[in-house]
């Protein structure tokens, strides 16, 4: 039987996708050539040639070593978030629990937790990661990922911040991680039109003390003093307006606060900790 693929791609090309697309969709649509899998790649096509991200199309996306499950429920990951991991396993490597409690709020696919689980199991650390979303359809996504990836020990709560925590948490967590929603109402029109496709709880914030969309990065960092344990750290993404704004907010808080910029320069994590 002829393989469909190349000239699936000649007509995906031709109907206006980029190649590397067109290429992505057959290879995930038309798995070995079979011609009857033409419908589904044209439907995929389809999808991506009204707007929707290429992300949701193909259904996952790698985030450092994972390949995650992604549908319109959960954010679809970001390379500055892969950053943010670096900085949570460097806080890691300071403290050098033998098994750190650590906390992925607002987890969504679950990229930030399960990475460190996944990360910190393959140097021999056995983390308690233990993943919170507001949302229901968000922490479905990530309990799937999880089990894609047979990462057992990590758990997950419905609960807006920290309120729906086990109190006996109090002071033990060694990492908070988070990536908050950041961005203000005003600031999202004119954004990225990928933005539009994606959970807006996952992204809009309300303003704070003048600063828009800076409310959700307000809470996390006046609460988590309380849930660190001594040494512990919050490591937070925020907008690249807030970094003054996070570090005040921290240290206000009595963490000892740090900025950490991005490949670009601009400072986008927040790192503080608890004396
Ligand atoms: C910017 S997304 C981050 C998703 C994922 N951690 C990542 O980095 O790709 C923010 C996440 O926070 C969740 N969220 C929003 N408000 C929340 C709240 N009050 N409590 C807990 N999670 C919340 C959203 O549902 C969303 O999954």
């Known amino acids: 039987m002829a393989d469909v693929r190349p000239s699936l791609v000649e007509g995906l090309v031709a109907s206006g996708l980029a190649a590397r697309e067109a290429r992505w969709i057959v290879e995930e649509f038309a798995v070995g050539g079979d011609p009857d899998s033409a419908a589904a790649v044209r439907a995929a096509a389809r999808r991506r040639l009204d707007g929707e991200p290429l992300q949701y199309v193909l259904g996952h996306w790698p985030f450092r070593g994972l390949d995650l499950d992604v549908d319109p429920r959960v954010l679809i990951p970001r390379p500055e978030t892969e950053e943010l991991v670096d900085h949570a396993l460097a806080e890691l490597a300071r403290l050098d629990e033998a098994s750190p409690v650590v906390l992925d709020l607002g987890c969504g696919s679950g990229a930030i937790g399960l990475s460190i689980a996944h990360e910190l199991a393959a140097r021999g650390v056995r983390a308690r990661v233990i993943g919170v979303d507001a949302s229901e359809g968000a922490l479905t996504v990530a309990r799937a990922n999880a089990r894609k990836h047979g990462l057992a020990d990590v758990s997950f709560v419905l609960s807006d911040w920290f309120d729906g925590l086990d109190p006996s948490l ?47 990065v307000a809470r996390i960092v006046a609460a988590a003093p309380a849930w660190l344990a001594p040494g512990g750290a919050l490591v937070l993404e925020h907008g690249d307006r807030q970094g003054p704004a996070a570090l005040a907010a921290a240290r206000a808080a009595g963490l000892e606060a740090f900025d950490r910029r991005d490949l670009a320069g601009r400072d986008r994590v927040l790192v503080g900790r608890r004396p």
């Open 170 to 216: 109090h002071g033990r967590v060694h990492l908070v991680a988070a990536n908050p929603p950041y961005v203000g109402a005003d600031e999202l029109a004119g954004a990225d039109p990928v933005l539009a496709h994606e959970p807006r709880g996952a992204l809009v914030a309300p303003d704070h003390d003048g600063v828009a969309g800076f409310a959700d």
